[in-house]
């Protein structure tokens, strides 16, 4: 049995009673974990499994697969202002979608897990803005080793990862006529 701080990257319905479970976690980097009976009304699983839940995960490796099975699941941050703001849930799943992007399964990578929960700690309690999107991927790219004095985090991001995630630009869209409205 193992035992680690994760947050939940996605969730994808395996069964009608199961999901797989995508996490981040500080000790064993990106794995993914089976919640079996996670979907039943009555689940011991039941408010503790949604996106950008900071949480503490014991989970069983499999010997045949890269997915494990999760036992059990304490919460420890759930982040609801963020939730409550449309533009906010989209910077986060900003930040989780270039996470899954430049992580690999299996591989720890405690400074970008880190990372991942600072800025999700900032964005429920602050503003989502431009300066906090670029200081993600500014951040990023240093601790890829692939930041560039002459070339912008996400031009660096995007060349070493082929893409970066789609919604950047509607984000950057979105907080540029806030600025101009002069909306928080």
Request: hydrophobic share 40%.
């Amino acid at each position: 049995m193992e035992n680690t701080s994760a947050i939940l990257l996605r969730r994808t319905k395996l069964t009608e009673t199961s999901l797989i479970l995508t996490w981040l976690t500080e000790t064993y980097g990106k794995i993914k974990t089976v919640a079996k009976g996670a979907r039943q009304p009555k689940s011991r699983f039941a408010g503790r499994l949604d996106l950008f839940y900071e949480c503490e995960i014991q989970w069983s490796r499999s010997r045949r697969s890269e997915l494990h099975t999760l036992r059990e699941v304490g919460l420890r941050a759930a982040h609801e202002a963020l939730r409550a703001d449309y533009r906010l849930v989209a910077l986060a799943s900003y930040f989780v979608e270039l996470v899954e992007l430049v992580t690999e399964a299996d591989h720890p990578v405690p400074e970008i897990f880190d990372l991942l929960q600072r800025a999700l700690r900032h964005v429920n309690v602050h503003a989502g803005s431009r300066r906090a999107l670029e200081h993600f991927e500014r951040e990023l790219a240093r601790v890829l080793g692939i930041q560039q004095p002459s070339v912008a985090p996400s031009v660096a991001l995007a060349r070493a990862y082929h893409h970066l995630p789609r919604g950047r630009s509607e984000l950057l869209q979105g907080f540029r006529v806030a600025e101009e409205s002069g909306e928080r």
